[in-house]
Every structure is written in C-alpha cells, then in structure tokens.
C-alpha cells in the first residue's frame, strides 16, 4: 500500500479505533510506570518535584487531555508505518525499533542538552519503549 493509500486507510473506522485503543492503552501505562511505586518517585526526584507540586482540580485533566492527544498522534503514525502488514509480534517489534531509533535518541539528546542524569533518560526512554512496543502489537494484532 503506499503512503496515499495508508492516509486513506486511516480514514476508516476501524483504523481509527483501533488508535483511539492503542494510545488509551499506552496512556494507561504510563499512568502506571509513573505511578509514585513505580517509577513516580525517582521521575519527580529527578526533576527536583515532590508530589505537592502536581496540579490539582481542572488544570491536571487538561494537562492529561493533552498528553493523551499526543499519545495518540504517535498512535496514528504507528498505524501510518505499520499499514496492514504487521502482525503482534512484527508490530510490537517494529515500535521498539521506532522508539530506539527516534524517540529515545531524542529523549537522549535533550536530556544531553538539559544534563538529566542517566536514571531519568531510563526512566523516560523506557516507558517510550514500552509504549511503542504495546502499541505496535495492539495494531498488527487488531487491524
């Protein structure tokens, strides 16, 4: 299929909620990787935050809305790469090489550019990683 075709694709309903899925999946995990129990703790220690510093009332929904929108356009890409051809296993290994390769490497630079240190790359590449690799299977299996 090529790249027209794909965008096309992506117009079907199917495609869109199988993205709608993906990225709400991966937002959950994100949910839980950042939990405090997690790695909640280290992430906040890292960035020189406690857990009075997260927003409270309207201001933190607005902020997950916007995080979740974000998720998804990654969602949507994912789909865009992976097109019909996956499977789980070809998908999930395909958004591990897409998070390696792209985000994590971004993740890197900027942490470079900002001096984080090794653990809070880790943290915040991992869960790329991971989320990719969920998403990745979530489409090649459901599409």
């Given at each position: 299929?090529?790249?027209?075709?794909?965008?096309?694709?992506?117009?079907?309903?199917?495609?869109?909620?199988?993205?709608?899925?993906?990225?709400?999946?991966?937002?959950?995990?994100?949910?839980?990787?950042?939990?405090?129990?997690?790695?909640?703790?280290?992430?906040?220690?890292?960035?020189?935050?406690?857990?009075?510093?997260?927003?409270?009332?309207?201001?933190?929904?607005?902020?997950?809305?916007?995080?979740?929108?974000?998720?998804?356009?990654?969602?949507?890409?994912?789909?865009?790469?992976?097109?019909?051809?996956?499977?789980?296993?070809?998908?999930?290994?395909?958004?591990?090489?897409?998070?390696?390769?792209?985000?994590?490497?971004?993740?890197?630079?900027?942490?470079?550019?900002?001096?984080?240190?090794l653990k809070f790359f880790m943290i915040n590449a991992g869960y790329a990683v991971l989320s990719f690799a969920i998403m990745g299977?979530?489409?090649?299996?459901?599409?």
């Amino acid at each position: 299929m090529d790249i027209i075709g794909t965008f096309a694709y992506m117009g079907e309903p199917k495609t869109l909620l199988v993205a709608l899925l993906a990225a709400l999946v991966a937002f959950g995990v994100g949910g839980l990787w950042y939990a405090p129990k997690v790695f909640g703790a280290y992430w906040m220690s890292e960035m020189g935050m406690d857990m009075s510093d997260h927003k409270a009332g309207s201001a933190k929904w607005v902020g997950m809305a916007k995080m979740y929108a974000l998720t998804l356009v990654q969602a949507i890409l994912l789909v865009v790469v992976l097109g019909q051809i996956a499977t789980a296993s070809t998908g999930a290994l395909l958004g591990v090489l897409v998070a390696m390769g792209f985000v994590a490497t971004m993740i890197g630079v900027n942490n470079i550019a900002e001096r984080r240190t090794l653990k809070f790359f880790m943290i915040n590449a991992g869960y790329a990683v991971l989320s990719f690799a969920i998403m990745g299977a979530m489409i090649g299996q459901l599409l």
